[in-house]
């Protein structure tokens, strides 16, 4: 069992944790099998991405629950031991495939949600980077996603600060606050990478939809 609340990233605002190593390379490899075998029409595609939803849709009104599939409830099970979200259950999770070069501009994940975020990374790694959420969005942290890592995002960090993966194919990584845990700092080459974003929704109606 993983401590997550010994895994803060000091020297950054609050409040960020880092788990090496959450996911074994049999888990990951389980995860990319799964995410790639589902039928096309279930990929949503973006200008600068594609996303699978599970759990249902987000929505102001109401989330209307969908079952989750039992491989993917296997990792919302292993958040969830960690109570990271202090006694509320997950139920849903969005996975991004980011093609080499791929992003996300910056944002915030914004109230559908309870205000704390959990990304596990896949076959890739990348940067996620923090940044002023006003006019001039300077860097205000920067954090290295290596592969089969687990990040908890919360507080200021979740509520203040606007969050992005620059358009890279190669990441520079000497200013990323979890340095110390990385052999060097040589830019490293981006592949492509599966994360899966683990999140409760407060709001759900009764109604359930089965696929």
């Known amino acids: 069992m993983f401590d997550y609340p010994k895994c803060l990233l000091e020297n950054i605002p609050s409040s960020l944790y880092y788990i090496q190593n959450f996911i074994s390379k049999e888990e990951e490899a389980h995860i990319i099998k799964n995410v790639y075998s589902v039928p096309k029409p279930k990929w949503t595609c973006l200008s600068n991405r594609r996303l699978q939803d599970y759990g249902g849709i987000p929505h102001e009104k109401g989330m209307i629950p969908e079952k989750i599939p039992d491989w993917l409830q296997k990792y919302i099970n292993k958040v969830n031991d960690l109570n990271i979200f202090d006694g509320k259950v997950p139920n849903h999770v969005l996975i991004n495939e980011y093609l080499p070069g791929q992003g996300i501009m910056p944002h915030t994940d914004g109230p559908l949600f309870y205000p704390k975020i959990t990304t596990i990374t896949c076959g890739s790694n990348t940067v996620l980077k923090f940044l002023e959420n006003n006019e001039k969005r300077g860097t205000v942290a920067q ?11 919360e507080d200021d960090l979740y509520e203040k600060y606007l969050h992005s993966i620059e358009e890279k194919e190669f990441d520079s990584i000497e200013e990323c606050a979890n340095l110390k845990s990385i052999d060097n700092n040589i830019p490293l080459k981006r592949d492509t990478r599966i994360s899966l974003t683990i999140r409760h929704v407060p709001k759900v109606l009764k109604i359930k939809l089965f696929k």
Request: overall charge neutral.
């Open 143 to 153: 954090v290295l996603l290596e592969r089969c890592s687990l990040v908890v995002v």
